[in-house]
């Protein structure tokens, strides 16, 4: 059955009301929603409304630290008036002072972070349910103990939330749908599911998806995801995205050259491939860090003056620019500090959770560098581009020529095409 609770006063989409409707249908979804479509808002009412239905007594929600940090669940409950009355629990601070709050408190809601989400398992919770707050962030060590019958099975009704599922590759679908279904979808033998639809490297480390293996794989986890549509085409208004290219000075190249062959800095030879990965892409702007106390070495300002282009260009309007490393943020401080009072700088990683107040003012955005990671990339850009926002959104993305950068960027319109092809196989497409 669906839910049966009034929705007079909730001033939901039609989506997002059919939404709501597979979460208290289903034991088990995986909801693919991108940036500002309502994902908080579409699982708190369904955990309201299954608990008001004595369906569901007690609901986990697990989400990155950042975001249990900026309370924006807590922030989400207090906007709606249908769900007045829902009450709701952070666990922060030390194991004592977490255990204090847990067994003080008759909330319905338990907050955690996805790091502290294992720890809560092998306490007396007494909950039944579980939302998975960026799905593909927690496909990992942390929800290990949701595979496990003896920690996870008292979790009856499980959503997994996320606007990417593949935005990787097909292969971390498996480790997101064992979380929500127990393996039902996709096996539990990762080997197993790997060698059906992968062909292994020499060494067996990377796997190549097989011919028409990205069809079989939807096919087999359709019936366990809901797709939240969004028209944002009539909705909002234009996206327009560009990168701005630019050389490293001849220094820089060099000695950004020698790492890449030797992969060593300063005398000291990088661990691994993310460890070199990591020091390329400072090299690329502008600095390295020259000890693991993270003592910061200045090379160039070329990726400065670029930044400062931008800005110039805006001629006085509002701008938001994204970087990556705490040095970048510093150096743009410095550089611009008072004489760009309109332009605000943020650490993409923080501010892809939520810059409310600002999302509405904002339309110009500027990453001064490629972000890896596509949901973190899509979040931002979304904080913006949504709901509200009445100016065409320009995104620029600063790229070095021949660095780490150019291939960021190519793995990010990878992982595009590759949900382009999830979401036309949900679509029957």
């Known amino acids: 059955m669906s839910s049966t609770i009034s929705r007079m ?3 939901l989409t039609t989506e997002q009301n059919a939404a709501i409707d597979r979460l208290f ?25 299954l608990i008001q239905a004595d369906t569901l ?10 975001v249990i940090e900026k309370m924006i669940w807590l922030d989400e409950m207090a906007k709606w008036e249908h769900l007045r009355g829902m009450r709701a629990i952070q666990l922060e601070g030390d194991s004592a002072q977490r255990i204090k709050t847990l067994l003080s408190s008759e909330a319905e809601i338990i907050l955690v972070s996805l790091n502290n989400l294992d720890w809560l398992l092998h306490q007396d919770h007494d909950c039944d349910g579980i939302v998975v707050d960026e799905l593909s962030k927690a496909a990992g060590k942390w929800t290990r103990g949701l595979k496990s019958k003896k920690l996870g099975g008292g979790l009856i009704w499980r959503c997994g939330m996320t606007a990417t599922p593949v935005s990787q590759n097909f292969e971390k679908l498996y480790a997101m749908a064992r979380i929500i279904d127990g393996g039902r979808a996709l096996g539990t033998n990762l080997r197993k599911f790997l060698e059906e ?24 986890v359709r019936s366990l995801v809901h797709l939240v549509t969004d028209d944002k085409v009539t909705v909002l208004p234009t996206l327009r995205q560009e990168t701005v290219e630019f050389d490293m000075p001849p220094e820089s190249r060099a000695f950004y050259d020698d790492m890449k062959k030797n992969m060593v800095v300063e005398g000291r030879e990088a661990a691994n491939q993310a460890v070199k990965s990591g020091v390329l892409r400072q090299i690329a702007s502008g600095f390295y860090y020259a000890d693991d106390g993270g003592t910061p070495v200045s090379l160039d ?16 309007d509002p701008g938001l620019v994204f970087y990556e490393f705490v040095e970048q943020g510093h150096a743009l401080r410095k550089v611009f500090g008072s004489k760009a009072p309109h332009i605000v700088f943020a650490q993409v990683q923080a501010m892809s959770h939520g810059v409310d107040g600002l999302q509405h003012e904002f339309a110009d955005v500027l990453f001064i560098q490629p972000v890896w990671s596509r949901d973190t990339n899509e979040q931002a850009i979304g904080r913006v581009w949504r709901q509200g926002q009445e100016k065409p959104v320009a995104v620029t993305t600063l790229v070095c020529r ?10 990010v319109e990878d992982r595009g095409r590759w949900m382009e092809l999830f979401t036309a196989h949900l679509k029957g497409e």
């Open 402 to 411: 021949g660095t780490l950068d150019e291939l960021v960027m190519q793995r």
């Open 301 to 316: 300002n070329a990726r400065i003056i670029e930044v400062g282009r931008w800005v110039h260009n805006l001629d006085g």
């Open 9 to 11: 006063s909730r001033q």
């Open 197 to 220: 639809h992968f062909y292994p490297d020499y060494q067996g480390y990377n796997w190549t998806l097989k011919g028409f293996a990205d069809a079989q794989i939807t096919h087999k």
């Open 25 to 49: 249908d289903y034991d088990h979804t995986i909801l693919v929603a991108g940036t500002g479509v309502g994902k908080t808002v579409i699982a708190l009412t369904a955990i309201w409304d």
């Open 57 to 66: 007594h007690k609901v986990i929600v697990a989400a990155p630290a950042k």
